[in-house]
């Protein structure tokens, strides 16, 4: 490996009083995800609707996103959206559990993966493939997923807490060949020519840096990550969108693996970042309701226009 794959090692440190409630949460989810997953399915959405209530500055920013995006959306119908999302995002902490803790014979039992054939046909020519994951909820399960069948590299954010990195990172290295922080471009451009798959995600508003204002829905300039068009312009990829729908029973999760991409600007930033946007918005709407409406995704504006929150 080189020397810039992420694998933090326990230390002696972690067991230090500042890290108790860390490993004591730790511990009481380890434990609750040992129920059967029809308990989990009621659990995590009424897990959700009680965040609802000590959440307040959230679900205004996920009421503010909805109604930028779906403008002409009726109130009634996006209150409804927003209690459907925050019953996703207490069903997003079981399932975190679930990705790390749970065996393969459980993820098995209760996933399925549909265009599976689709990620052959991108392999096989041998190129590497830039794996197109959005911020879901589900997003921790689907990664666990896919890279059950298809071990490739992890792209993260390291965690300022110690534990939570050491959990998180072993976590996802149950499905991943190694991690890579999400500031390696170099490391991810390298994996990529090397033949790896790199899961990234280029959904999110991470500021003015690197970013173009392209459309996405109704919210004609929205900030937008130029990574797809760089790490597509210097690795040449197949690259292939996937998204992890919960059903909306307790029947358990798909994973929707799509067609690769044709057709991806190469030579264009800003019609690749809108191009991009079309992709994020198809499949958004699989399962809109289990998306991360809860982030900011419009914060950043074009210079003098005032903010949308």
């Given at each position: 490996m080189a020397d810039?794959?992420?694998?933090?090692?326990?230390e002696r440190a972690m067991l230090r009083p500042r890290y108790w409630l860390t490993w004591l949460g730790l511990g009481v989810?380890?434990?609750?995800?040992?129920?059967?997953?029809?308990?989990?399915?009621?659990?995590?959405?009424?897990?959700?609707?009680?965040?609802?209530?000590?959440m307040k500055r959230r679900v205004k920013i996920a009421h503010r996103n909805l109604?930028?995006?779906?403008?002409d959306m009726p109130e009634q119908e996006r209150r409804?959206?927003?209690?459907?999302?925050?019953?996703?995002?207490?069903m997003g902490v079981l399932e975190t559990g679930m990705a790390w803790f749970w065996p393969d014979w459980r993820i098995e039992r209760w996933c399925r993966v549909e265009g599976y054939d689709n990620m052959i046909a991108a392999r096989k020519d041998g190129k590497g493939v830039l794996l197109i994951g959005l911020h879901f909820l589900t997003l921790e399960l689907g990664a666990r997923i896919f890279g059950m069948k298809n071990p490739g590299v992890g792209v993260y954010r390291p965690n300022d807490n110690k534990v939570m990195d050491w959990i998180q990172t072993w976590g996802r290295?149950?499905?991943?060949?190694?991690?890579?922080d999400r500031k390696d471009v170099k490391g991810m451009i390298r994996a990529l020519k090397q033949g790896e798959i790199i899961w990234y995600a280029p959904d999110h508003d991470y500021g003015p840096?690197?970013?173009v204002f392209v459309p996405l829905f109704a919210v004609e300039q929205a900030a937008t990550t130029t990574g797809t068009y760089i790490l597509a312009r210097m690795s040449k990829p197949s690259i292939v969108p996937f998204t992890p729908v919960r059903m909306a029973d307790d029947s358990g999760y798909v994973l929707y693996i799509q067609p690769m991409l044709e057709g991806f600007p190469l030579d264009d930033e800003v019609a690749a970042a809108a191009y991009m946007n079309k992709v994020v918005e198809k499949e958004i709407m699989l399962a809109p309701t289990q998306y991360m409406w809860l982030h900011r995704?419009?914060?950043?504006?074009p210079e003098?226009?005032?903010?949308?929150y």
């Open positions: 810039n794959h992420v694998y933090p090692e326990f989810l380890y434990a609750v995800v040992l129920l059967p997953y029809p308990c989990l399915h009621k659990l995590g959405k009424g897990l959700g609707r009680l965040a609802m209530r000590f109604e930028l995006c779906f403008p409804e959206w927003v209690e459907k999302n925050f019953e996703s995002v207490g290295l149950r499905s991943n060949k190694y991690m890579l840096k690197s970013s995704r419009f914060k950043t504006r003098g226009v005032p903010s949308r």
